[in-house]
């Protein structure tokens, strides 16, 4: 790519006029829009569009965009945000026992499929637990967690996340609830993957859940942590078959491969700028 | 098919031996099986196989292939069934203002992909309520339910149950709830299509419910029916890939689909013999 | 509804600015844009659209903005094409034996999933063939085809669609291949349904084909039909999984829910307006 | 598992009474069968089987069932293999530039998924293409092939298989052909794994195939090698779909997920003693 392109976001209750509005902005600036996605809300009234533009001819300000944009906005009573690609998100990662997802996305880190910095990565859980994956000169923090010290981790997490400049924690099967403090000051910038497809089977052991049910697929969900635990507005979801035979373990065995693709594509969607909050739901502008 | 064939099924506590006595005991009676399937519950400690028989020089004498059986049986404590596959379960329909699943069960019927006899449709709404739908010389009996009448339309349709001989229940968006006596009295005969994935979004109008959770996949399941609503053992479900530019209709509409075949599928299992129930929940042989 | 809607369709050489002169253009004849789709193709450097438009406050002249896109097409070089959503396609459905394809269509188009008129039924099986289906006071028309009589049948069909003012034609399981020069002449108004996943499996009998190769996944693909048989661009495709104890008379029944479910997909995309052409591939603005 | 268990596989001609003689030699020996699955191929008129059997009160002596298995396959023309499941196969992995399929299963494979040894790992490039991998001391062979050396390096390869006691190759993304010869000699015991879904997009860069085709799904094949490229028996194949905004390295990417679950899956079966040769097919006794 040999000149920068945008990723501008934004909502806003709906009127006519908008789409004409930024996009005339745009071109006026010398922008070019390569992918524009739109979302009419009909029950809410509310207007949400996603745009990726780039600008051909190197002719485009960015802080001019920034300027016209922010008078659109106005106009529209618009929130919005416009993102420079180059500029990776810094994402902190945290990790209990089962490394799985972790493993997963340093994997696909290193391969150029997450487009990231990774900050650091947290585990309530000492080095060796996680003695098979190399982490490629990333910062690690051991941040154990009793019932006694839990204020004061969680503390001790928060000042990290400051520190490092992280814009995206990634709950990547760390199994420690969040406080409704530490999940407030966190919302809309922390993804949790629940080893369940929700709304079934929240809480605790959810495959043992599953099996005792005997439902016939299986799942897994990514979603925003908000105070109100697995209730958070869900990002992506996705099952598989299974059968009687399956034991409680089988399902732990298969649902590694669901978690895994579940939250990795999670967190490359919000990379992309690609979820926008919309209440208690999310809007996914796949393509 | 020149000659016959059965579908034996059986359970029983698990122990060394069983499925050399009973192959010993079909061979013996000239018996040839076509298709065994087995599972050994290692919760339960039960054993459970669905085997399918003919009889390749008509040797078989099924009275006596019965005896021997029945002396396996004895053996073993176990509970068992066999059936001619050339007999027809007579199942009967039910209904009410959705019709998608009855049409979609008519038509499948008459191509021969659901070996049964149709005993009776039964709707609680009249005959004008399904017009489009032919339903080939299958009596029709319209029994309307109020508040009041539940108990004498129960009453009725129980009858009707016996007095057509009806081996199965089908309700195939039939939208009243069963009274604990009448969902008793067809426990383990009667399939019901809830428009969810269950456990999620029990109750009524469950697509609205998944629209308001914003989840990213939506369902349909098959069960057999209990008092516990909602709970029976499941015999199948399947999903769909929605997106937040769903509306709560086009998440009936899409659902539709699901519910005929996840719908089709159980009714099919149930009349080949492939579903037994195991406590609360089911073994489905599906190969 | 209570005021029209309109679909505008167009593909034109990517330059900048042609959201912003097409979102401009709407705008200020009133008009509310309530979805809009794009594609950027990288390789043909062409730039497609769909949009949806109503008129909140009836102010909307449809010729007066048809006389603005003309004119900003004519800027931008564009293909375009804008309905009125209230007029329904006028579409023929041909049949063979087989009629799953028609009795789905059937069933939707009454349920009112499929916004369309059916202009005539044609087979080359006699209406007994079709009797179990209620044609709902469609015009129904036999027309045989033996090798000698084919130049004369598909001149007696060219003529019904045009008399018929039909504006597709769909192959719901009509089995005869179509000749080059009316395949030429139905070229993007003319959608088959081939039973295999193409490419794999061209020409007859797939499902024996897919069962002698052992595949563990069997497809559907609807295309539109062009002179090249089994070449043509394809609309949607899906797949389910089979087992080795699947028979190929089992193929074929799987396959008829595939098929199904696969040319309702692509019939409605086509009635809404969501497929375009873009060379040998199709554009298909799913949301 | 306190004591030992086995798999039996067997295949012979179809008639009455095998299943009996099997179970009741098994029973015999004190043998308990855990699991059972067979398939009658009504085609071929071939029956195949896969027993897993325990003996609860450590009664079975190996040898003395190896004999009566012995007698019952002289009478029925069976072949048959019987294996401690505590006896894990010996693998060598091979490897070209991509590394995600290998790096999946060494994940798996620490994690205690894939119940086997790794003899040894073989890229054709250096252990520098793979340094983010860490081999966990597995031994690491460099056979760099060009057009010149191929019939060496087959030589040294396939001395290295034998030197190794490996049981099966697994090409896991080893972007090399192999000569006739060596598939020949590998027959049975060599898994590869196609980046299309066969038989569609045989041959070179099967993904840049599939987007020119305009397809709406992608696929992976895993199947046994032989001598013609890319048509041997299939083990296992599956799809995600795709959309017109996929450039041919999206195609590449997603497809990266489809092979790794794909090979993975067929090598665990495999494994576990459920892929069974059929002619020119597969039978995979999943449940």
């Known amino acids: 790519m040999p000149h920068s392109s945008y990723v501008l976001t934004l909502d806003c209750p709906n009127r006519p006029g908008i789409v004409a509005a930024v996009a005339t902005a745009i071109f006026e600036q010398g ?22 533009l780039d600008h051909p001819r190197d002719a485009l300000d960015p802080a001019a965009l920034r300027a016209v944009l922010a008078a659109v906005a106005a106009r529209f ?23 799985h997802c972790l493993a997963d996305i340093l994997y696909r880190w290193r391969l150029g499929e997450l487009p990231m910095e990774i900050a650091a990565i ?3 859980h000492p080095r ?11 910062p690690f ?17 928060l000042q990290l996340v400051e520190e490092t400049g992280s814009e995206l924690v990634v709950l990547a099967r760390y199994m420690q609830v969040l406080s409704d403090d530490l999940a407030g000051q966190l919302a809309g910038r922390c993804i949790n ?29 990514a979603h925003y942590v908000t105070a109100d635990l697995d209730e958070g507005p869900i990002i992506e979801q996705d099952v598989e078959r299974i059968s009687h035979h399956d034991t409680p373990d089988d399902l732990v065995r298969q649902g ?7 939250l990795s594509r999670a967190l490359l969607w919000h990379l992309e700028g690609r979820v926008l909050l919309n209440g208690a739901r999310t809007v996914v502008f796949r393509d």
């Open 31 to 52: 922008g070019n829009i390569l992918e524009a996605q739109q979302y009419d809300d009909t029950q809410s009234h509310r207007f949400l569009a996603r745009i990726v």
């Open 77 to 99: 009573d618009m929130r919005w945000a416009l993102r420079d690609r180059a500029q990776r998100h810094r994402v902190l990662l945290m990790v209990s026992k089962f490394d």
């Open 122 to 124: 947290v585990s309530n």
């Open 128 to 138: 060796e637990t996680h003695e098979r994956l190399d982490f490629a000169g990333v």
């Open 141 to 157: 923090h051991h941040l154990p967690v009793t019932r006694d010290n839990k204020a004061a981790q969680e503390a001790a997490l």
């Open 193 to 221: 993957i629940h080893h369940s497809f929700l709304p079934g089977f929240k809480g605790a052991r959810p495959y043992h859940q599953a099996h005792a049910r005997g439902v016939k697929l299986i799942g897994a969900t």
């Open 256 to 262: 590694r491969d669901i978690e895994r693709r579940v």
